[in-house]
């Protein structure tokens, strides 16, 4: 069993950075990859980043490249998203997922092993 906690979450100005932070319970997180997908109100859930078990490899959209950098602390049990140049449209609840297996870009989400509550991330213009 895995439990996720995200948080980090918040209101900022178009332009600025937040970092979230996924917090992991159990005993066996360093074998899972870690994602982080987000919903904005009235459209459909979507892959933002993921990171291997061992950290070695990070995915991102093509929407957030250059932009955001998922990091993991295996010693804290602790995945991190780092979002700089925040834009509007980058408005959602973030949610931080677990899986056995690669996430992978084109994740629609289905088939994840564990969710997160989710942390809102809301940026102003």
């Known amino acids: 069993q895995v439990q996720l906690v995200e948080s980090g979450g918040g209101l900022v100005q178009a332009g600025g950075s937040l970092r979230l932070s996924c917090a992991a319970s159990g005993r066996s997180f360093t074998t899972y990859a870690i994602g982080w997908f987000r919903q904005a109100p009235g459209k459909e859930r979507e892959f933002v980043a993921s990171?291997?078990?061992?950290?070695?490899?990070?995915y991102y959209a093509d929407s957030v490249k250059g932009r955001f950098t998922i990091s993991r602390d295996n010693a804290k049990n602790t995945v991190y998203l780092q979002m700089n140049s925040l834009k509007p449209e980058d408005t959602a609840v973030y949610y931080c997922?677990?899986?056995?297996?690669?996430?992978?870009?084109?994740?629609?989400?289905?088939?994840?092993?564990?969710w997160g509550k989710g942390t809102l991330v809301t940026v102003s213009s």
């Open positions: 990171i291997s078990w061992g950290g070695g490899s990070q």
């Open positions: 997922t677990a899986k056995k297996s690669l996430i992978a870009t084109n994740s629609n989400g289905d088939g994840m092993d564990y």
